[in-house]
């Protein structure tokens, strides 16, 4: 996925973006980039890899070099970003987060309407920022552009955009990402996490509305395009996955969210007489953390950590380029707390069961410790449908997804009718599905939230909630 930090400031603000910037790295793995105006140096901007180090270590010389009163930064796992572009409007530094589902179908659009090129990575993929950009570029101004590259694109479109008098914030159409404003005495920034700018001494002054569009300067916050309420359909994954745990959605904080969920989890099993009989509750860290203190608070079963990540050396276990290698670092990270595990029957929570291949290496590894039985209970519902909005899932196929493959197994393409069903426990085909993904990840048990319990976990109203990846709905 990605973030992105901006601000506007009576001084410099370089160090500032900086470390807002390095506070999304829980967002994206692949790129860092950072930009930078100022009337004696003009536009400034850095690009690095981040796969194989983190955001700071690549930009702290940067930080030194660049100087501007205005400034933006971004992390993301897709295109080399900010862009810089110059158009009609004026020359700019760009940056975006989402996914562009109709880029193709943009392109050609744009080449036959007398664009004469677009510039091309090494992959031949158009950048996201320039396609944006320069559909941005077809109107009078940068306000009217941006509404018409937010109907034009199908996918998620969050951006941010540097000029020489202010930056520009303009929130997706249907708000599945948040963009909140910070306020200071000497300026005003931009964030996807609301945390990022606390320790840096602002206070939230606003979070966007869907589709609202804001300036930043020193002075103010202006509006220039307002947002509409009704149209938001935040991504309920930024909660459950996601979201760092101090992160402040629509009111609601993550951290807060995930302990409510594991309680409601556990009122469910008591309800339905499927509490086991175990030793310890445990979350898979580090999301799944949370979500298993609610449920222990809730159980009443003691809460234990029986494995550590080791996180010093390898903070992410995805950022060497080989599969292999990554897979190793996956295992080397755990850390098994043996008299938590060797005889011990053993409920674990994680955020979220996705193809299943890194839970069944965990349960392998808690048996080969001595576990005696491995329950587990994933924080949201069966995940049906590949996002098509955040790129959640690195999956190239929805059959992929474990949930998918079990369906295919049992009745082919006629189980999609049935995936509503497949997805409630307390169908025959949803104990079918649970049966089968406890036999192939060696399971003692296993239980999904449900829909309406995410739901009530988040306290927003569902219609207000991307849910597409559970139920397919748009």
């Known amino acids: 996925m990605g973030g992105f930090f901006g601000a506007a400031s009576e001084h410099d603000c370089v160090t500032d973006v900086f470390f807002g910037t390095d506070y999304h790295s829980h967002l994206g793995t692949r790129r860092g980039g950072m930009a930078a105006y100022s009337p004696d140096k003009g536009f400034q901007r850095a690009l690095h890899s981040i796969e194989n180090s983190p955001f700071r270590t690549k930009f702290e010389n940067d930080v030194t070099t660049m100087r501007g009163k205005l400034c933006i930064g971004c992390i993301c796992d897709s295109d080399p970003q900010p862009i810089m572009m110059r158009s009609k409007q004026g020359l700019f530094a760009v940056c975006s987060v989402g996914i562009v589902q109709n880029a193709k179908e943009l392109i050609e659009e744009l080449l036959e309407g007398g664009s004469p090129s677009f510039e091309t990575m090494s992959s031949g993929n158009i950048n996201s920022g320039d396609l944006i950009m320069t559909l941005i570029s077809q109107k009078g101004s940068l306000v009217e552009g941006i509404r018409y590259a937010q109907q034009k694109v199908i996918g998620t479109m969050n951006i941010v955009i540097l000029t020489e008098d202010g930056i520009i914030c303009a929130r997706d159409k249907n708000g599945r990402l948040p963009i909140i404003i910070g306020k200071r005495d000497d300026g005003y920034c931009c964030s996807m996490e609301s945390f990022a ?13 869907a589709g609202e569009i804001v300036k930043l300067t020193a002075k103010s916050c202006e509006t220039l395009s307002p947002g509409v309420d009704e149209d938001l359909k935040i991504c309920s994954f930024m909660w459950t996955y996601y979201g760092y745990p101090n992160a402040v959605y ?9 302990t409510r969920n ?6 469910n099993d008591i309800k339905a007489g499927r509490l086991p009989d175990v030793d310890y509750v445990c979350g898979v860290p580090d999301s799944g953390t949370p979500h298993a203190i609610g449920y222990a608070n809730r159980s009443g079963i003691p809460f234990a950590r029986p494995f550590i990540k080791y996180t010093p050396t390898w903070p992410r276990s995805f950022m060497p380029t080989s599969q292999s290698l990554r897979n190793q670092v ?5 850390i098994p707390v043996h008299e938590l595990i060797e005889g011990k029957r053993l409920l674990f929570v994680d955020d979220s069961i996705v193809r299943g291949t890194q839970m069944r290496e965990t349960v392998e ?10 329950h587990m209970r994933s924080a ?7 996002c098509k909005y955040l790129n959640f899932s690195r999956s190239t196929s929805e059959m992929e997804l474990i949930a998918r493959q079990v369906i295919d197994a049992f009745e082919g393409a006629e ?12 169908t025959e085909r949803g104990r079918r599905l649970r049966d089968e993904i406890c036999r192939r990840l060696k399971l003692t048990s296993l239980e999904f939230q449900s829909l309406p319990g995410t739901v009530k976990a988040i306290g927003l109203p569902q219609c207000n909630l991307c849910t597409y990846c559970w139920d397919g709905k748009e």
């Open 197 to 209: 700018f606390q320790k840096l001494g602002y206070y939230t002054h606003k979070e966007l509305k």
């Open 250 to 258: 629509e009111g609601v904080t993550v951290e807060t969210m995930r």
């Open 262 to 267: 594991g309680e409601i989890m556990a009122e």
């Open 330 to 334: 996956a295992k080397m990270k755990l």
């Open 365 to 374: 590894f808690l048996y080969e410790n001595g576990a005696k039985e491995v």
């Open 380 to 386: 949201c519902p069966p995940i049906m449908y590949g």
């Open 415 to 426: 189980g999609m009718k049935y995936l509503d069903e497949y997805s409630d426990s307390e």
